[in-house]
T-cell receptor, first 111, second 115 residues
């Protein structure tokens, strides 16, 4: 049973076309929901951490939000350089300090 | 160094051979993690080191996998008698472990191909 599920698996957007990526989680005792960006051939790059429902964080064209069951990564007016795989991960009491990752969403932004 | 460093970046080996993968964490980071990323799949936890505590080995897939961390810094992941299903990208991360708010920073990974 997957504890962290991301959707969609892949998303194609036109430049400037805003959208959202979803990360739903079933882990109990969440101690943090993490978003990473991964470019081909590179390791994941940290974007955001959210700790409590209602929390929001922003960075340039990205905004992450958290509810009791899911997190959204909103991308406003994306540019081609936003193309990457976006990973979310949960950290929970039952799993100690390790992160439990979703499979990721591959985002392609065309100009 | 400025970030987590992993070597080699690519490793091609024959089935049955042993391989060693190296990770240099960010200076001052007390925690070190190994994850595995298979094609089209999410990252899978392997092992976690924190200071002088016993490592959390709960994610190691078989007894062919082992890891050590010397002097609280550099770590080596060893895979013995490699199999084709071991082919994946092996990622290392380190963090400061400041209470519940710790952020894991990743290296670029080692891409292992077992022929």
């Amino acid at each position: 049973e997957d504890q962290v599920t991301q959707s969609p698996e892949a998303l194609r957007l036109q430049e400037g076309e805003s959208s959202s990526l979803n990360c739903s989680y079933t882990v109990s005792g969440l101690r943090g929901l993490f978003w990473y960006r991964q470019d081909p051939g590179k390791g994941p790059e940290f974007l955001f951490t959210l700790y409590s429902a209602g929390e929001e964080k922003e960075k340039e064209r990205l905004k992450a939000t958290l509810t009791k069951k899911e997190s959204f990564l909103h991308i406003t007016a994306p540019k081609p350089e936003d193309s990457a795989t976006y990973l979310c991960a949960g950290r929970a009491m039952e799993y100690g300090n390790k992160l439990v990752f979703g499979a990721g969403t591959i985002l392609r932004v065309k100009s | 160094g400025a970030g987590v460093s992993q070597s080699p970046s690519n490793k091609v080996t024959e089935k049955g051979k042993d391989v060693e993968l190296r990770c240099d964490p960010i200076s001052g980071h007390t925690a070190l993690y190994w994850y595995r990323q298979s094609l089209g799949q999410g990252l899978e936890f392997l092992i976690y080191f924190q200071g002088n505590s016993a490592p959390d080995k709960s994610g190691l897939p078989s007894d062919r996998f082992s890891a050590e961390r010397t002097g609280g810094s550099v770590s080596t992941l060893t895979i013995q008698r490699t199999q084709q299903e071991d082919s994946a990208v092996y990622l290392c991360a380190s963090s400061l472990e400041q209470g519940v708010k710790n952020i894991q920073y990743f290296g670029a990974g080692t891409r292992l191909s077992v022929l």
